[in-house]
T-cell receptor, first 114, second 109 residues
């Protein structure tokens, strides 16, 4: 049981390039989330999904896209990378059983856009 | 959007001391979570609180869900060097979790 896994761990992009950050969970959780964390700050929600085929915007969705074709995977797409997207990105998941609201996080992807 | 004010922003304490930190908001939350983040890693869940007034412990950690549902508190007793890290509070409203800015804890051996 690996929990939440994210790839890659590190990435450097040039301005205008695109990339997909991968997130997979093996806990059969319905809910999945993408956050970004800027230096010295808390986490801000980018997008979330309550199940396969359903996604919704969080607090800071501009410049990002998501899809949720399976329960396990929730990739985050950056289409035209900008320096403002330099950040650490965390994926999280949450189950439904027992009324739990506990979110479990992956190890993060550190992205630099230059 | 909703904001959580977490204080203090940082603390430098002696090993063995007790630690208190808190989180306040102008909005009501129906669940509070407390996380710890070590450098270069993702947040790890410490304690979850589901009812106003609830007091929950996890080893040396104790957290409380404020009666007004607009605040929460975390206490660490008898701090040790491995308590070093950043502690985040987070509150749920609907499906979205809002994070505080974090409290950086540093421990002098």
């Amino acid at each position: 049981n690996a929990g939440v896994t994210q790839t890659p761990k590190f990435r450097i992009l040039k301005i205008g390039q695109s990339m997909t950050l991968q997130c997979t969970q093996d806990m059969n959780h319905n809910y999945m989330y993408w956050y970004r964390q800027d230096p010295g700050m808390g986490l801000k929600l980018i997008y979330y999904s309550v199940g396969a085929g359903i996604t919704d915007k969080g607090e800071v969705p501009n410049g990002y896209n998501v899809s949720r074709s399976t329960t396990e995977d929730f990739p985050l797409r950056l289409e035209l990378a900008a320096p403002s997207q330099t950040s650490v990105y965390f994926c999280a998941s949450r189950g439904l059983s027992g009324g739990s609201y506990e979110q479990y996080f992956g190890p993060g992807t550190r992205l630099t856009v230059t | 959007g909703q904001q959580l004010n977490q204080s203090p922003q940082s603390m430098f304490i002696q090993e063995g001391e007790d630690v208190s930190m808190n989180c306040t908001s102008s909005s009501i939350f129906n669940t509070w979570l407390w996380y710890k983040q070590d450098p270069g890693e993702g947040p790890v869940l410490l304690i979850a609180l589901y009812k106003a007034g609830e007091l929950t412990s996890n080893g040396r950690l104790t957290a409380q869900f404020g009666i007004t549902r607009k605040d929460s508190f975390l206490n660490i007793s008898a701090s040790i060097p491995s308590d070093v890290g950043i502690y985040f509070c987070a509150g749920y409203a609907g499906n979205m979790l809002t994070f505080g800015g974090g409290t950086r804890l540093m421990v002098k051996p």
